[in-house]
Structures are given as C-alpha cells and as structure tokens.
C-alpha cells in the first residue's frame, strides 16, 4: 500500500514542481475573460417531453460548458435544441449572456461564429430519450459542477463497496476510494466558486474534473466485472489529485493555471523559411490518447477552447499546462477535422511542450508538409 501511494503521490509531486517552475502570463485565448452572470445560481432542472410538458428531473444532468465554431447560419432555438436544451425564455437568455457580442440578426447566429453554450451531455444516462431540458433561472454558471459533484458521489458509494479482490492488489482499492473521495472534494469545491473563474480557467477545471470522473466510472464498471489494474488506478489516482489541487488553489486564492509561453515555428521542410496561414491547435493529452471516452462535441469544444488564437508561423502564445497538452499544427478553421482525426486515431504529429528554466520560453518546431495534419 506504501509502495502505491508513493507512486501515485510522486508523479503528482512531479506535476507540482512543474507547475511552480511554470510561467505565469495572462491567457491569450479568445473568450478568457470573466463571467456575467446576475440573479442567483439554477438549482433545478427540468425534462421537457417532447409535447412540451415539463418535469422535475430526478437529479441534476451532465451539463458542461463547450465552445463551437458553426459551420452554417442556424437559429438560436435549432441550436439550443442540438445541444439538448428546451428553446425558452430562460435558455435563450443564458446564450445571450454567454455570448454579448454575438449578432443574432433575426436571431439567427451566422457561420463562422464562435459560441458558447451550457450542452446537456448527449452521454447522460438520466436522458435515455434525449429530451431537452430547462432550468430555473439562465444562471447556470454553478450546474456543470454541481452535477459532476452528484456524479462523484455515486462513484464513491460504488468504490465503497468494491471488493479488494476486483484490483490486481488488494491495496488499490484504497487508492480507488481516495481518488473518488479528490474528485468530491474538487467538484464540490469548484461549484461553490465556478462563477469566479474566467472562460480558460472554467474550461481547465471542466476537463480535468471530467477526466478524472471518467476514469473513476471505468475502474468501477472494470471491478465489477473484472480486475482493475494497477496502471488504470494510478492513472485516475493522479487525474483526480490534479483537479483537487486546482480545487485548493481556488481556495487559497493563488493563481489557477499554470501558464508556458510557447513559441511556435512551421519550417518549410529543412529551411528556414515560416509556412503560414497555419493553425496551432492544442489539446489535453488524455483526450488525444483515449477519444473514445469523448463525444466528437467535446473533442471539438477542446480545440476551440485551448488553441492559439493567432496564425502560426511564427507565433507565440501562453497556454495551460495543468492537462498536460499536445500540440500540433494544422488548416486555418479545421476542428471539426481537426477532432476526426482525434477520434479515428489519426492525429499522430502532436508535440508536448518542451519543459524550460523559470523565465525562459519554450519553442517548438514543426516541418511542412511532414508534420502538418490533413484533416
């Protein structure tokens, strides 16, 4: 037991050191600036059926908060609807919140427009039929959180009762429940301060928590069948430690990211001639290395949310380095490319940042055509 908690505490331990010797440097991303949400927080959910008639939901769905670039003109009530939200009063209002500066010209959003949207998650398994939901007010900067915070405690109460035999050591059972037990204490902790974050910071916190939850839920289904492995459970274990440690962070008051200053270069093949218009999209490792945990909406709300804004080559930009991002290069306007190749496996030209001293910044370089992706 000794030996695993040493091991799982060691590789947080790494990420923390990394974290310290992190540049801190304010976001260059697009929509990193702080929410505006009045009136008090939704508290309840509604499931709207399809002939309009609403009803109190058992318990909180999977709302997460997601960015997406449209391909085509479509009106606001289309929208909503794709994202599984009843197109009322209280809905509409909360688009319009989260996105002011968006021209809804007879309330239609042109193409080519990037918005933000509460999505009920199309894996919620409290919505079978996916019915729409509504809220009671459009303040819904708290119902992500909240409803993780639901969700990790029904992880908790499975790991609770898991056999230490359902592990490949019977000490990871240990390690199982202190990772559920990180992930309530993150999540409840996130809900009470979610209306604090900025949009990068919100997006930061969504994703490691949801990580976590995911790898949580596997190593439950796992025991329940089978053996959960040494590597599944260390894997959570730090996921988990890293979204409480954002959690104590907000709690303390000390900064929530840790930003790196990267410098990007796309050479034409050996010279050192810049290739451009290009784009350097960025994404979490973990949704890189398992797309099947993801929906192709939230891979997509991932390139949107973390790339650099400005046309590469050269470019420079700081990002976050909580999720332990890849970066890669490609087209100008591709996520929804961009994300098919992560979901079929196929994007195989992304980079980690290189780890510099204090002060310096990070560069990295790309060949065209060898390292360019082709959605």
Known sequence: MKRIRYLAVSLV????????????????????????FPGPPAREAF????????????????????????G????????????????????REMFRLLNPYVDLEQGVIQAGTKVDVFSVSSQD???????????DTPNLIKYPFLSHAEKARELTAVARVLPTRAFEKPSLAAVHLET????????????????????LEFAVAQYQVEDASKQAADINAIAQ????????VL???????????????????????????LDVNVFKGDSSVHVNPLQVYVIPSGAL??????????????????????DASPVSQAIPTNFDPRVCIGPKNAVKGMAKLVAERKLTSCRKPISVPEGAKAVLTFRSPEDVASP
């Open 180 to 199: 559920t037990a990180n992930l309530r204490f993150a999540t409840e902790t996130l809900e009470a301060r979610s209306d604090k974050l900025t949009r």
């Open 72 to 91: 085509r003109a479509e009106g606001v009530d289309n929208f909503l609807g794709r994202h599984n939200l009843a197109a009322d009063v209280k809905n």
């Open 289 to 310: 290395n398992t797309p099947q945990r993801w929906t192709f909406e939230q891979l997509e709300s991932f390139f949107s949310d973390f790339s650099f804004a400005n």
């Open 235 to 261: 894997s959570a274990s730090v996921s988990a430690m890293v979204a409480k440690d954002i959690a104590n962070r907000i709690q303390a008051g000390r900064p929530l990211l840790d930003m790196k200053t």
């Open 225 to 232: 069948r089978g053996i959960a492995s040494n590597e599944q």
């Open 13 to 36: 331990h790494a990420y923390l050191i990394a974290s310290a010797s992190a540049q801190i440097a304010p976001p260059v991303v697009a929509g990193a600036g702080a929410f505006a």
């Open 125 to 135: 398994p409290a919505n079978p039929n996916n019915w729409k939901y509504a809220f």
């Open 47 to 70: 499931v709207v059926a399809p002939d309009g008639t609403p009803t109190k939901a058992t318990r909180p769905p999977l709302l997460r908060l997601q960015s997406e670039v449209l």
